[in-house]
């Protein structure tokens, strides 16, 4: 998974600041249960997109509710659906 890279980096920041991870790939409810789990060793303070657009055949992932109530209910850190489905959009600053 992506323990090595998350590790690299909380080494060369430290534990005391904050760290989020973003997009994991297609991932069902059930992987990105179990990467969530995984992430928890290393303190996130969220992790971003675990379920992309069109991977649940249900619906647009970021705003499938029930998807992302279950992941939340089976770990302890925070996960949050994709930005544009928040309505945020990148701006770029010159």
């Known amino acids: 998974m992506y323990g090595e890279h998350i590790q690299a980096v909380r ?36 992790a971003e997109d675990l379920l992309q657009v069109g991977t649940l055949g249900s619906g647009d992932a970021p705003k499938n509710w029930r998807a992302y109530k279950e992941i939340r209910k089976r770990r302890s850190r925070p996960s949050i659906p994709a930005k544009a489905s928040l309505g945020w959009r990148r701006v770029s600053v010159p």
């Open 11 to 46: 080494d060369t920041i430290g534990w005391d600041q904050p760290l989020a991870a973003d997009h994991f790939g297609p991932l069902d409810v059930k992987d990105a249960i179990r990467h969530a789990r995984f992430f928890e060793q290393y303190e996130l303070a969220w």
